[in-house]
C-alpha cells in the first residue's frame, strides 16, 4: 500500500493571521490567513480575507501568471472585470484569470469583506510592503498613501502591467 507523508495542517481562528491595514484608495485591511508563511510546504497558492472600507476601492489591476478567486461573504459593492460592472452581495464569487483587469468598488456605508485565494501565492509579500501592520481591535489608521514605489513594489510582486486598450 502506497502511504502519503502528511504535510502542514493548521487552524487560522479570526485575527491571527498577519495583518495590514491598507492605504488608500482601499483603506480597510487585509489578512493573510494561510501562506508559505504558516509552513514552508504550502506551495501553489495563499489566501486571506480583505475589508474595503466605505467609499472606498481596490484599484483597477491585473496578475501575470496568478490566478485569484474571490468570495465576497458580507456586505455589497461592484466588481468591474474586463470593464464590465457587476454586483457584488453575500454569495459572489469572482474568478479573474491572467491577464484579466478587475476592480472592487464599495459605494455603501459598509465594509464589504471577501476572502481571496491567489494561485500560485504571493499577495501577502504585497500587502505587506504596501500596508502597515494591524492588530485585532485596533481603531484605524487615518487614510494613509501608497508607498512612492508602488509600481516597483507591484512588478516585483503578483501584478502586470494593465493592457491600457482593455482599461479604457
Excluded at 485575527?15 to 506551495?43: C, F, I, L
Amino acid at each position: 500500500m502506497e502511504t502519503t507523508a502528511k504535510r502542514a495542517s493548521f487552524v487560522v481562528q479570526p485575527g491571527e493571521g498577519e495583518s495590514y491595514w491598507q492605504p488608500v484608495p482601499a483603506n480597510g485591511y487585509a489578512e493573510v490567513t494561510v501562506s508559505k508563511r504558516n509552513d514552508p510546504s504550502v506551495s501553489g497558492f495563499s489566501s486571506g480575507i480583505q475589508v474595503i472600507a466605505p467609499g472606498s476601492y481596490i484599484r483597477e489591476h491585473q496578475h501575470g501568471i496568478e490566478q485569484e478567486l474571490l468570495f465576497f461573504f458580507e456586505g455589497k459593492g461592484t466588481v468591474v472585470v474586463n470593464g464590465v460592472d457587476h454586483p457584488v452581495v453575500p454569495g459572489t464569487t469572482v474568478y479573474a484569470g491572467p491577464g484579466n483587469s478587475h476592480k472592487i468598488v464599495n459605494e455603501g456605508t459598509t465594509d464589504p469583506k471577501m476572502m481571496w485565494v491567489l494561485m500560485p501565492g504571493g499577495l501577502e509579500d504585497f500587502f505587506q510592503a504596501i500596508g502597515r501592520a494591524r492588530q485585532l481591535g485596533e481603531t484605524p489608521p487615518v487614510p494613509f498613501d501608497r508607498p512612492v514605489n508602488v509600481a516597483e513594489i507591484e512588478a516585483e510582486t503578483v501584478f502586470a502591467a494593465l493592457d491600457k486598450a482593455k482599461s479604457e
